[in-house]
């Protein structure tokens, strides 16, 4: 039941409509966030993800309108899924870019983390290293530690900080193995 170009396509336009509330996130945002609902570690609701989503589900004027985003922004989570349950990486909206500031990784990045801040005693509640070092790269693309002495190392040397970013499609395969494996399998890694 993948989503469709077409589907990705009409769910951008009707995040970018008239009829959204006004503090609703955008296409990118929005991929993050069901990206990171996939692979949290405890179920993310259907009505709290809506809600980070559209921030007031009581600002929504057209029910049409949100029945159809609804379907598709499902369709994308089950495509995002298939993506990191097959042997594929998983494929981004973005290609990672060294100006963070503004741009559509930065969104993405935000949205994931979204979800890890909605949940985060449950996101590091396991080995929290582990989880730390995973999520460095998406961190590190949010821009939301930017000031962090760490992440000011990582952001001024242009090699590292492309490096870093550059694993964000791998490391989202290992947070959700990480996660979701069973423990057998998770020691025989």
Not at 33 to 58: G, W
Not at 67 to 73: D, F
Not at 97 to 103: G, K, L, T, V, Y
């Amino acid at each position: 039941m993948s989503i469709t170009e077409s589907e990705l396509d009409q769910l951008f336009s009707l995040l970018e409509s008239d009829l959204v509330p006004e503090d609703t996130l955008d296409f990118y945002s929005v991929h993050g966030l069901m990206t990171a609902a996939v692979i949290s570690p405890v179920a993310i609701a259907e009505t709290d993800r809506l809600e980070m989503i559209f921030d007031d589900l009581s600002n929504i004027q057209r029910k049409d309108w949100f029945i159809e985003a609804k379907l598709l922004l499902n369709k994308l989570k089950l495509n995002v899924q298939e993506e990191l349950l097959s042997e594929e990486t998983i494929e981004l909206p973005f290609d990672p870019e060294p100006e963070i500031e503004d741009s559509d990784m930065q969104a993405w990045c935000c949205g994931f983390m979204e979800v890890v801040f909605f949940v985060q005693e449950q996101w590091f509640s396991g080995d929290e290293d582990t989880t730390s070092t995973l999520m460095l790269p998406i961190e590190t693309g949010s821009g939301l530690f930017e000031s962090e002495d760490e992440f000011q190392t990582i952001i001024s040397d242009k090699k590292l900080l492309m490096n870093i970013l550059n694993q964000i499609p791998e490391v989202l395969t290992d947070l959700y193995l990480f996660f979701h494996a069973p423990q057998d399998k998770k020691k025989a890694h």
